[in-house]
């Protein structure tokens, strides 16, 4: 039995994009993102109160990137992972785990726009200065993807994977603070791989993520 536990628009998405592309049976139970994430039942699964976790097999996993190692081991078979001796091994475990550098930033910037709710609460210099890095990010991905590459329509030569999953929905969160028109290689891998049916059935349904916005530009101080 696979059970995750998530809250829609955040990092748990990334796991359950992963369980539709791994086409496996699993339930989900929603949760807001609010307090009752501290709660000590839900504490019982992760201790620090987030999502993802995953009960599966009566043992308990949080952490998105253990998450998804695991997953990936446990069915071979959809070849969303890269074995040890596998060449792309090493370029997978760096892009799965680059998207928790895209996430910090993200989740940075929805703190300042979403969770505090007085502007003089917000700092545009906390802002701006995480919208640039997630453009830095940005750059990474272009580098990569721009790599004149037989099969570089995804982050790794041998095909889509797990990378792909866990970097595009960190990208499809900072899409909401930074705009990828700037980097056109990463704008065509993010179109095609968001075109997937397993991306599609792991967003929300309206009204029930995080962003009530598409975009969400720097906010300035007034006066």
Same mark, same amino acid.
């Given at each position: 039995?696979?059970?995750?536990?998530?809250?829609?628009?955040?990092?748990?998405?990334?796991?359950?994009?992963?369980?539709?592309?791994?086409?496996?049976?699993?339930?989900?139970?929603?949760?807001?993102?609010?307090?009752?994430?501290?709660?000590?039942?839900?504490?019982?699964?992760?201790?620090?109160?987030?999502?993802?976790?995953?009960?599966?097999?009566?043992?308990?996993?949080?952490?998105?990137?253990?998450?998804?190692?695991?997953?990936?081991?446990?069915?071979?078979?959809?070849?969303?992972?890269?074995?040890?001796?596998?060449?792309?091994?090493? #370029?997978?475990? @760096?892009? !799965?785990?680059? +998207?928790?550098?895209?996430?910090? /930033?993200? %989740?940075? *910037?929805?703190?300042?726009?979403?969770?505090?709710?007085?502007?003089?609460?917000?700092?545009?210099?906390?802002?701006?200065?995480?919208?640039?890095?997630?453009?830095?990010?940005?750059?990474?991905?272009?580098?990569?993807?721009?790599?004149?590459?037989?099969?570089?329509?995804?982050?790794?030569?041998?095909?889509?994977? #797990?990378?792909? @999953?866990? !970097?595009?929905? +960190?990208?499809?969160?900072?899409? /909401?603070? %930074?705009? *990828?028109?700037?980097?056109?290689?990463?704008?065509?891998?993010?179109?095609?791989?968001?075109?997937?049916?397993?991306?599609?059935?792991?967003?929300?349904?309206?009204?029930?993520?995080?962003?009530?916005?598409?975009?969400?530009?720097?906010?300035?101080?007034?006066?």
């Amino acid at each position: 039995m696979i059970r995750l536990h998530h809250c829609p628009q955040t990092r748990s998405m990334r796991t359950l994009w992963l369980l539709h592309e791994l086409e496996v049976d699993f339930e989900v139970v929603l949760h807001a993102f609010d307090r009752s994430l501290r709660d000590a039942e839900y504490l019982s699964l992760s201790p620090a109160g987030r999502v993802p976790a995953l009960e599966i097999d009566g043992e308990r996993m949080f952490e998105t990137g253990a998450i998804t190692e695991f997953l990936c081991e446990r069915f071979p078979e959809a070849n969303m992972g890269r074995g040890p001796d596998d060449p792309d091994r090493m #370029a997978w475990l @760096v892009w !799965v785990h680059f +998207a928790e550098t895209i996430s910090q /930033h993200a %989740a940075a *910037l929805t703190q300042q726009h979403i969770m505090l709710y007085e502007d003089a609460m917000r700092s545009p210099v906390v802002m701006k200065l995480e919208a640039a890095r997630l453009g830095k990010c940005y750059d990474a991905l272009e580098a990569r993807l721009s790599t004149p590459l037989e099969n570089r329509d995804y982050l790794l030569t041998s095909g889509f994977s #797990a990378a792909d @999953v866990s !970097v595009g929905q +960190a990208v499809y969160m900072a899409r /909401h603070f %930074a705009k *990828l028109e700037a980097h056109p290689a990463v704008t065509e891998w993010f179109e095609r791989i968001t075109e997937r049916p397993e991306f599609q059935k792991s967003l929300p349904r309206r009204g029930t993520g995080l962003y009530s916005q598409d975009f969400y530009p720097a906010w300035e101080a007034a006066g």
